[in-house]
T-cell receptor, first 116, second 116 residues
Framework: KAGVTQTPRYLIKTRGQQVTLSCSPISGHRSVSWYQQTPGQGLQFLFEYFSETQRNKGNFPGRFSGRQFSNSRSEMNVSTLELGDSALYLC???????????????FGSGTQLSVL | AQSVTQLDSQVPVFEEAPVELRCNYSSSVSVYLFWYVQYPNQGLQLLLKYLSGSTLVKGINGFEAEFNKSQTSFHLRKPSVHISDTAEYFCAVIPAYGGATNKLIFGTGTLLAVQP
């Protein structure tokens, strides 16, 4: 069974540009959540989707958005990039979206975004 | 709201020595607790979790953690570490009755550096 796939693995952008990151969950999983990982801040929750609906959102500005498609694949978009957006963006998937309580949460290897 | 504190950003230890990684949390409601490990250039993997019952939880790779409600702690321990345990370790919580969500609250992580 293939794991959670995130593309691209690395991305370099300049300030003011926008970027789209992709996440393909494990086959059959309906829940996808996104986290931003930075040194010193750890992982911070961005948002989560379940069956194409955004179910929860973290405390990030409106420049950060996402969506989920009917095949459960998800994309996140960051517009008007700032230097502080440089981070590893992780995606996680599960079947029921219960946070790994009664099921396992699977993480992808992430997309490393560098904003110059 | 919940928060997680991992006071040690880095813990150096010699191979075959015991180690304890500390985690304290703050929450006005009951929470479930998790420890995840992140090896270089990889996503997060679940080490262990505490949902209820015995406060001593055993996980993969010889790790265990003890839940202490009065001290709001969930420290991770291993009696004898190996070079291969070098990784970043994250403590996380999720509200016990918060409904279906993948919104985990993570600590800032502890880098375990095992030296020969």
């Amino acid at each position: 069974k293939a794991g959670v796939t995130q593309t691209p693995r690395y991305l370099i952008k300049t300030r003011g540009q926008q970027v789209t990151l992709s996440c393909s969950p494990i086959s059959g999983h309906r829940s996808v959540s996104w986290y931003q990982q930075t040194p010193g801040q750890g992982l911070q929750f961005l948002f989560e989707y379940f069956s194409e609906t955004q179910r929860n959102k973290g405390n990030f500005p409106g420049r950060f958005s996402g969506r989920q498609f009917s095949n459960s694949r998800s994309e996140m978009n960051v517009s008007t990039l700032e230097l502080g957006d440089s981070a590893l963006y992780l995606c996680a998937s599960s079947f029921a979206g219960t946070g790994g309580i009664n099921e396992k949460l699977f993480f992808g290897s992430g997309t490393q975004l560098s904003v110059l | 709201a919940q928060s997680v504190t991992q006071l040690d950003s880095q813990v150096p230890v010699f191979e075959e020595a015991p180690v304890e990684l500390r985690c304290n949390y703050s929450s006005s409601v009951s929470v479930y607790l998790f420890w995840y490990v992140q090896y270089p250039n990889q996503g997060l993997q679940l080490l262990l979790k505490y949902l209820s019952g015995s406060t001593l939880v055993k996980g993969i790779n010889g790790f265990e953690a003890e839940f202490n409600k009065s001290q709001t702690s969930f420290h991770l321990r291993k009696p004898s570490v190996h070079i291969s345990d070098t990784a970043e370790y994250f403590c996380a919580v999720i509200p016990a009755y918060g409904g279906a969500t993948n919104k985990l609250i993570f600590g800032t992580g502890t880098l375990l550096a095992v030296q020969p």
